[in-house]
């Protein structure tokens, strides 16, 4: 039981938890989650943390199937800009280990925004805190979970 499933459990709100055998050599976790749980890979979202220009974090959540658009992402955040964020500050801060970071459970709660995308889907999946863990919910209770707004966020 991760921090992410035990934050969806507290709250009460409907999900399901899908776990699949995660392979190493794996190039994107995201496409391999969707692949392996046969699902559409346009609601598998991942996980991005960035550094705002005031050294603050935020997490991005896009489809696997597309790139985060930093200065959306900055937009969102009301920043000038914004970076991928060190490795090591992403784990430190969400207590999860990359490939493995998930919206719910983290740490140090972090601003986070959903591409609107996920809007248009009943459910939506995450990591649900580790690598072959995804939780699936409904993108308002993912919203409300993290404390999220919707943005547009994918680069084009």
Same mark, same amino acid.
Request: net charge positive; hydrophobic share 40%; glycine share 8%.
């Given at each position: ?5 035990? @934050?969806?459990? +507290? @709250? +009460? ?13 794996? *190039? ?6 969707? #692949?392996? $749980? ?9 996980? %991005?943390?960035?550094?705002? #220009?005031?050294?603050?974090?935020a997490? &991005? %959540? ?10 959306? !992402? ?6 000038? +800009? /914004?970076? $991928?964020?060190?490795?090591? $500050?992403?784990?430190?801060? =969400?207590?999860?280990?990359?490939? &493995?970071?998930?919206?719910l &459970?983290? +740490? ?5 925004? !959903?591409?609107?995308?996920? *809007? ?8 649900? &805190?580790?690598r072959? %863990?995804?939780? *699936? ?5 993912? /919203?409300?979970? =993290?404390? /999220?707004?919707? /943005?547009? %966020?994918?680069?084009?």
């Amino acid at each position: 039981m991760t921090p992410g499933i035990l @934050a969806a459990k +507290k @709250a +009460k709100i409907s999900y399901t938890v899908h776990e699949y055998e995660h392979d190493p050599s794996a *190039e994107s976790y995201g496409n391999e989650a969707a #692949d392996k $749980m046969g699902v559409d890979p346009n609601r598998v979202f991942k996980t %991005l943390v960035v550094a705002l #220009d005031n050294k603050e974090l935020a997490v &991005g %959540l896009v489809p696997v199937t597309s790139m985060l658009s930093l200065k959306l !992402i900055a937009k969102a955040a009301k920043a000038k +800009k /914004a970076g $991928m964020a060190d490795k090591q $500050m992403v784990q430190r801060s =969400t207590g999860y280990v990359l490939g &493995g970071v998930s919206p719910l &459970g983290q +740490k140090k709660r972090l601003k986070t925004f !959903i591409d609107a995308t996920a *809007e248009q889907y009943d459910t939506v999946f995450v990591s649900a &805190g580790k690598r072959g %863990l995804e939780i *699936e919910l409904a993108p308002a209770d993912l /919203a409300t979970l =993290t404390g /999220a707004g919707f /943005a547009d %966020l994918q680069q084009d």
